[in-house]
């Protein structure tokens, strides 16, 4: 299994980056996907997740409003669109994957089976 994120970089507060991972090696469409943050010396913490079908979502309240996670089965991919930056969403954004065909979101670090190898997001003031 391979869970490749995409789309960090370098961007000013109040902008906007879409970050992007794309897996392979598992049936997509039987895991819930995640979206969590690691900053330097903080723990590792969900951003956003989605359900297997796309019909249930989870947004931390930290980004509620501001992100929108989504994902397209067809082209085994989940996506974070990420606006409003603030210079606190800065940290390694890693997806997850979830082997999971419920309707409840996971949002612990413990349910997620799978791991991409996380990107740099970096928000200035």
């Known amino acids: 299994v391979q869970l490749q994120a995409s789309g960090g970089g370098l961007v000013q507060a109040g902008g906007s980056l879409r970050l992007s991972c794309a897996a392979s090696?598992?049936?997509?469409?039987?895991?819930?996907m995640g979206w969590f943050r690691q900053a330097p010396g903080k723990e590792r913490d969900i951003v956003a997740g989605?359900?297997?079908?796309?019909?249930?979502?989870y947004h931390a309240t930290s980004v509620k409003g501001r992100f929108t996670i989504s994902r397209d089965n067809a082209k085994n991919t989940v996506s974070l669109q990420m606006n409003s930056l603030k210079p606190e969403d800065t940290a390694v954004y890693y997806c997850?994957?979830?082997?999971?065909?419920?309707?409840?979101?996971?949002?612990?670090?413990?349910?997620?089976?799978?791991w991409g190898q996380g990107t740099l997001v970096t928000v200035s003031s």
């Open positions: 090696g598992l049936t997509f469409s039987n895991y819930h």
């Open positions: 997850a994957a979830d082997l999971n065909r419920g309707n409840l979101v996971s949002r612990t670090t413990r349910e997620y089976d799978y």
């Open positions: 989605i359900s297997w079908n796309g019909v249930s979502t």
